[in-house]
């Protein structure tokens, strides 16, 4: 084989991949190569450290300032047949790896291969063509309302890229059961887990899965067929199951003509009277429904419309009576054009009834 044969069956395993490592050593050879040509050359004004660095980068990029130049004859055929040509080829290589590099890396985050890095999320599981892309919609509407402001991840199995890549993260996963996979959508640090799949089946088991893995997160279930909601609570009494109610609100709009419409207004917080809850805080001992209608009334022109005690969030008690007492930490729901930021918690227990 002869000498050519075996330089070019050289370059091409080392550089095919073009991988960094080989950059770095074509660009190390290349300076060094460049520095020994120039010193032969007598160019000893280019041959100090920060000024050859500094001339090799603006040369061989060919941005070529014209403040340092070669003056010898040897010096100026160098740059014109080695430092000029490599220097091309090497700074091409070096932005095309790097421009290949970014474009692999928004690939990933488009198609859900990254591990994310995030804490106190919302954190959407499954995929429905149906109803997935609407509530991550109305997720981002409702955040808007929020003081605080936290990332919404979608975890999906489906090959598909992120619907909404400038507003949610997304993480693609071979399954909803594995701790490899749902330790990228860091599953364990979320504030709340949404699960939403086609098969209530997936929903039930990824349900007991997010209970184990994250139990101290506020996690909510959709399921279309209402015997599963049963049998999952029976497990995870922890977990807010949400059936389907579309047959029901048929039902009661047919014999209380626009029930369908006063229930979609009340979960549509686009616009119009939307429900919110707030969680009483513990600077308030306890208060009385009466102070507490009265007083958003009053105070915010919103509606109070039932609570939820602190240890057993899930039984609400809806239109309570005046006299019963809220205590601090129940979760009280009311309704109002927008959520309510800052309740005077001081002014509603003071206000006489």
Known sequence: MTPWLRIKKLCLKYFSDMRWYTLVLAFLFYSFSS?????????????????????????????????????TIAGKWIVALWVIPAGLSIF????????????????????????????????VVGWDEKRTLQLLKLLLKERETLEADPEIVLCVRVDMENPLPSDIEFVHVDSFNK?????????????????NNVSDDLTMTTALYCSKRNPTAHKVAYFDDESLVGLLNQHCPEVECTP??????????????????????????KEGQAQFSVDL?????????????????????????????????????????????VKAGDKLFYIAETRIRGIQWSSLANDGA
Not at 51 to 67: A, E, I, N
Not at 179 to 195: G, K, N, P, Q, V
Request: charged share 20%; hydrophobic share 45%.
């Open 244 to 269: 389907s109610v579309a047959v029901e609100m048929l039902a009661k709009s047919a014999f209380d003509p626009g029930s369908s419409l006063l229930h979609h207004d009340l979960l549509d917080v």
């Open 179 to 195: 701790d490899d996979d749902m330790d990228r959508a860091c599953i364990a640090t979320a504030d709340t887990i949404l699960i």
């Open 92 to 123: 091409a290589l070096i932005i095309g790896r790097i421009a290949a590099w970014v474009g692999d890396q928004w690939k990933k985050g488009a198609r859900g291969l990254k591990t994310l890095n995030v804490s106190g999320h919302i954190l």
């Open 35 to 71: 520095w020994i040509l120039l010193f032969i050359a007598g160019e000893s004004d280019l041959l100090g450290f920060t000024d050859f660095v500094y001339w090799l980068l603006v040369t061989g990029s060919t941005v070529g300032y014209g403040d340092m130049s070669p003056t």
């Open 281 to 325: 805080p513990s600077s308030i001992a306890s208060i009385s429904v009466e102070k507490l209608f009265i007083g958003l009334k009053k105070h915010y022109n919103a509606t109070f419309i039932g609570y939820s005690s602190l240890s057993n969030s899930q039984d609400i008690n809806v239109n309570p009576d005046f006299s019963e007492i």
